[in-house]
Every structure is written in C-alpha cells, then in structure tokens.
C-alpha cells in the first residue's frame, strides 16, 4: 500500500464543511473512503508494521495520541500503563465511549502481504521475538483515528462528550482491567454508553455481525496441583500416582459440564496442559494441571469453579491421600476476565439504525460457536454501563468460496497467515461507528 501525506484536520474539516444536515448514507460513505484514500489507508500500513507486544505499545500508542490529538480531542497518555484516553466535549448531552485496543502478538507474520509486518521485539522474559498483528488491532485503532477525524469535522450534527480510549495488553486479557485500577472513570468521566467492535477473518468484507447477547464469555485461567507420592514404575503399590490421579481428575472434570450445568447454558472446561514425571521408570510426586474455563454467566462461573475443586479434592481422596496431600486448586484472579455482556435494549436501537443506514443485507446472521473471550467487559460491568460490542467482517467473500470448493481455508485469528483487507474493513467500522454514535449524541432539536 503506498504512502500518502497525511490529510490535516483543516483539509478534512474544509471538504465537509458543505454538510449542513447529517449525511445520507452514500455520502457518508464516500467521505469515509475519501480520507482511507488520503490518510486512514497509509496509517494502516504503518501500524502494521510496526507492531508492539501487549503492555509495550509505547510508539503505536504516541502515534495514536498524535492523531487523536491532530483531530481536535484532548488526550491523556500513559493511563492504565500505556492506555491513551482522548475526549472532545461538544456542548451538552450523554457521555460516550468507542474503544479500539492496540497490542500485536509475539508471532513472525507469514501471510505473504507486500506490508508484512518483520518487527521484532524484546519481551517480559527478555528474549528477542517477532511481533505481528495477528488479530485486527491495527484495523481497530486506524478506524478508532477515522472515526475521530470525522466526529470532530461534524460537530454539528451531534452534542455531548466523545470519550476514544487506545486500550493495551487486550490479548494478554489485563489492559481493561489496569486501566480501571488507573481510576479511569474518576479521572475522565463515566461514560453513559459504551462501543467497541472487532474486526472478524470469519466473518465476510463488507458485513456487521451483532448479538442481543454475549459476544464474548468471561474466562478463568485455573491450576490445579496433583501432589503424589513417589516410587519406582516398577512397584507402583509403594506410592501414590499423580499421572493417575491427574488422569481421573481430567476425565472427571467434563462431567461438571455435562451433568451439573444446564443443558441451555453454556459453559467449558478445557485442561490444555498435564505436566508431570521426569522418566521413564520413575512415579513422580507431582503433576500439574493447566486449565481454561468459560462461562457466559456470573453464577455459572461459580458452579464450574465449585465443581472443579470438588471434584479435584475428592478424586485425591479416592485415590487414598490424607488432607494434606489433597490437589490444590488455585484461581488466578489477575487472569479472570467477567462476560462481554451486550445490553438488549440498546442493541436493537443500534441493529435499527445500522439497518436504516446500511440496509438490512448489512448483517450475516448466526450463533456464536465459541466461547471466546475479551477484556472489554471490565469497563462495562462493575459500574454496570449499557454498551454494543459489534464485529466488523475482514475476509472477501471469494476466498470463503475457494475455501468451500476444496482451497486453502481462511487464515484464523492469532495464525501466522492472519490476513483481513484494511478496505472495506476500516471503511466499514468507521462508518458504523459514526453512525452509532450520531444517534447516541443526538444534537438537540433547533
């Protein structure tokens, strides 16, 4: 993608200076693709390659306050971290907020693109790692910079406070926490509603995707220490197998799901790690179990979490361990993430308006599969704060059709060949974005 000179807020503010009334759909559309042509498109690049690992986003988030500070919004950096919060006060109305975060992945990018990200960087542990944009963070914080720029030249046509917040560390699922415990609220204002969307390799280019529910499940990161008592392999009678017991443990732990959740409800317990043993011949005194749970609801969470230590202590006492030997079940609270809860009402009030302004061939329909999950939800769920989490799509329609017809399937998220087309993926989220926030800060009636 060739680089274009930057287009300045003035030039912007100029070319939309004809707007007198809140512009119909074909016209906001072509503003949008006006300033990817100019601007939007060559940032793009820009934050593709040049990547940083969560909670390293030093140059992507002076580069995003630069922009946000060009378009007019006063900016606050190094919240939560690296966290960049940027607000334009616009007479009176509703406080509202549009997030985009901005951390890549610890991945050498191979998806064959002429802008292919070869940034490399010096992590936590100190080891020197590639670093990619292997989830769409750079489409969302170059939509958060186009949405800015055309807020900020249509003042007229909305009243109230827009609230851009750069979030870091989403994939390390701790940014949006550290940002609060940055007292974001108190310093900064709380917000009425809150946005955000993702962009979506899964999802066709040119398509929204929006649920009434939970777009994405709250998630445990859970370990569970298997103690034993060890012995030689060939006399297994003298000790206490942890490898068995930790296999009895796993094969235990489905049942919380299958039989104490209800049927309806959604919930998952992965072990995705069984680290015991040394040798061949030697019983060791200890295994370790690494677990992954999901739920979409506060008190399944609980049941899940009960369930695992019940079963966890008791399998030990089956296998005859005295009470201080029983597995340790340990929750890592840093880790713990609550649901990505979309709130109805306000959901179907934006689904409508979308539908107006787009059409309603806007939307691809279907459930979610998953239980993937996101941070977002630590801004809206303790205070509890009405908000829309939406996905963008990022995959031309014709490569799903290869892939249908026996191709290669479409790269997914977090794979060294991730690959979304910035246009009409930018072009798109920002247009919805603006969309939605018009009708959120409705200018009062002349």
């Not at 009176?92 to 490399?120: C, I, T």
């Not at 415990?181 to 993702?198: M, T, V």
């Not at 490898?243 to 992965?270: F, K, M, N």
Request: net charge negative; proline share 7%.
């Amino acid at each position: 993608m060739p680089a274009s000179p930057r287009l300045s807020l003035g030039t912007l503010l100029l070319s939309l200076a004809v707007l007198a009334n809140p512009a119909p759909a074909s016209e906001l559309a072509e503003l949008v693709a006006a300033d990817y042509e100019r601007h939007l498109g060559a940032l793009f690049t820009h934050f593709h390659q040049n990547p940083e690992l969560s909670g390293m986003e030093v140059k992507t988030a002076a580069r995003l306050a630069a922009e946000l500070r060009e378009a007019g919004f006063e900016v606050t950096e190094s919240v939560g971290g690296t966290g960049v919060v940027a607000l334009l006060q616009n007479g009176p109305g509703p406080l509202v907020m549009m997030r985009a975060d901005m951390d890549g992945l610890p991945l050498e990018e191979k998806s064959g693109l002429p802008y292919a990200s070869r940034a490399k960087q010096v992590d936590e542990s100190g080891q020197e790692t590639f670093v990619m944009h292997a989830c769409g963070h750079d489409v969302h914080i170059t939509s958060l910079v186009g949405t800015a720029r055309l807020m900020a030249a249509q003042r007229e046509q909305w009243s109230g406070t827009l609230m851009l917040i750069g979030q870091p560390a989403e994939e390390r699922i701790v940014g949006a926490r550290i940002m609060m415990e940055d007292d974001l609220w108190q310093r900064f204002g709380q917000p009425d509603y809150a946005l955000a969307f993702h962009v979506s390799a899964q999802l066709p280019a040119g398509q929204l995707a929006v649920t009434e529910e939970s777009p994405y499940s709250g998630a445990d990161t859970v370990d569970i220490i298997v103690h034993g008592i060890g012995a030689h392999g060939a006399s297994p009678h003298e000790g206490i197998d942890p490898v068995v017991l930790g296999s009895q443990i796993v094969l235990a732990l489905q049942t919380v799901v299958s039989r104490e959740l209800a049927p309806r409800d959604a919930g998952v317990i992965t072990v995705g790690a069984f680290h015991a043993g040394s040798k061949h011949n030697i019983i060791s005194d200890r295994a370790h179990l690494q677990l992954t749970v999901r739920h979409d609801d506060p008190e399944n969470r609980e049941l899940l979490l009960d369930g695992i230590r019940r079963v966890a202590e008791n399998m030990g006492r089956v296998a005859g361990l005295s009470d201080d030997l029983l597995p340790e079940v340990i929750v890592s609270e840093s880790e713990s993430v609550p649901p990505t809860r979309n709130d109805a009402p306000l959901t179907r009030e934006l689904r409508e308006v979308w539908s107006g302004h787009f059409g309603e061939q806007v939307f691809m329909e279907g459930k979610r599969k998953g239980m993937g999950a996101e941070d977002f939800g630590f801004f809206t769920t303790d205070p509890y704060i009405p908000s829309t989490y939406f996905a963008v799509g990022g995959t031309p329609k014709e490569d799903f059709d290869r892939a249908a017809a026996g191709g290669d399937p479409v790269p997914s998220h977090h794979s060294p060949q991730f690959r979304v087309v910035p246009e009409p993926a930018i072009t798109l989220g920002v247009e919805a974005t603006v969309v939605a926030l018009q009708k959120l800060l409705q200018a009062p009636a002349q």
